[in-house]
Antibody, heavy 117, light 108 residues
Framework: EVQLVESGGGLVQPGGSLRLSCAAS????????MTWVRQTPGTGLEWVAS????????YYLDSVKGRFTISRDNAKSSLFLQLNSLRVADTAVYYC??????????WGHGALVTVSS | DIQMTQSPSSLSASEGDRVTITCQAS??????LNWYQQKPGRAPKLLIY???TMHTGVPSRFSGSGSGTDFTFTISSLQPEDFATYYC??????????FGGGTKVEIK
C-alpha cells in the first residue's frame, strides 16, 4: 500500500523558514517523480514544486522560485521542501504526492503551514 | 500559461442522479486532463487520468471524456459517499500542474 506521511508543519513568522518532510513507503520511491501541492480555503489546490526520479530536474511555481527548494533522499525514501522567506500568502496545507510530471497518483494527509506574526 | 475553467462551482443533487462537471482549457491540451475527488478534511484522490482512464480501484460509475479544450466528468448514479468536491487538473509539460477551481457536490 502506498503511504506518504508529511511532517514539519507549524506556525512561523513572516520571513521565517520551515522544512517539510515526506516519508514514503509501499513503492519504489526512486522510480517516481514527486511533488508538493498546497491548498488554502480561498485558492483551492495549487501545484508548488516537482522533482524527477534522480533529483536532477526541479520545477517550481513562479511565486515560490528562489524561496522554496524541493529535494529528495532516495536512500531514505524521503521528499523534502525547504521553505524560506515565508509570506502570509504561503499559509496552506502542503501535500506530498507521488508523481507530478502529469498527475499526482497518491497523496499524503497534508501538513499545515501557518505564517503569521 | 494555459487557463482552466471548471463549472459549475457547486451543485445540488440527489442519490441516484446523474451528475456532470465540465472543464474548459484555454488552448488545446489533447487528453492531458485528470480528475480528483476530495472529501472534507481529507487529501484529494485521483479518479480519472488522461481524460478518460480510470485510476486503480475507482468505481465504474465515474467516467471522463473529451479532448482538445473541452472535458466532461460524469457520475452515472450518485452514491452517498460521492458527496465531495471534484477538481480537474491539466498538464502541458512545461508549467507544472494546473488545477481547476473545484465543484462542490452537495446533497439536495
Amino acid at each position: 500500500e502506498v503511504q506518504l506521511v508529511e511532517s514539519g508543519g507549524g506556525l512561523v513568522q513572516p520571513g521565517g523558514s520551515l522544512r517539510l518532510s515526506c516519508a514514503a513507503s509501499g513503492f519504489t520511491f526512486s522510480g517516481y517523480w514527486m511533488t508538493w501541492v498546497r491548498q488554502t480555503p480561498g485558492t483551492g489546490l495549487e501545484w508548488v514544486a516537482s522533482i524527477n526520479e534522480g533529483g536532477s530536474e526541479k520545477y517550481y511555481l513562479d511565486s515560490v522560485k528562489g524561496r522554496f527548494t524541493i529535494s529528495r533522499d532516495n536512500a531514505k525514501s524521503s521528499l523534502f521542501l525547504q521553505l524560506n522567506s515565508l509570506r502570509v500568502a504561503d499559509t496552506a496545507v502542503y501535500y506530498c504526492g507521488r508523481g507530478g510530471r502529469t498527475k499526482v497518483s497518491y497523496w499524503g494527509h497534508g501538513a499545515l503551514v501557518t505564517v503569521s506574526s | 500559461d494555459i487557463q482552466m475553467t471548471q463549472s459549475p462551482s457547486s451543485l445540488s443533487a440527489s442519490e441516484g442522479d446523474r451528475v456532470t462537471i465540465t472543464c474548459q482549457a484555454s488552448q488545446d491540451i489533447r487528453n492531458h486532463l485528470n480528475w480528483y475527488q476530495q472529501k472534507p478534511g481529507r487529501a484529494p484522490k485521483l479518479l480519472i487520468y488522461d481524460a478518460s482512464t480510470m485510476h486503480t480501484g475507482v468505481p465504474s460509475r465515474f467516467s471522463g471524456s473529451g479532448s482538445g479544450t473541452d472535458f466532461t466528468f460524469t457520475i452515472s448514479s450518485l452514491q452517498p459517499e460521492d458527496f465531495a468536491t471534484y477538481y480537474c487538473q491539466l498538464y502541458d509539460g512545461v508549467a507544472g500542474l494546473t488545477f481547476g477551481g473545484g465543484t462542490k457536490v452537495e446533497i439536495k
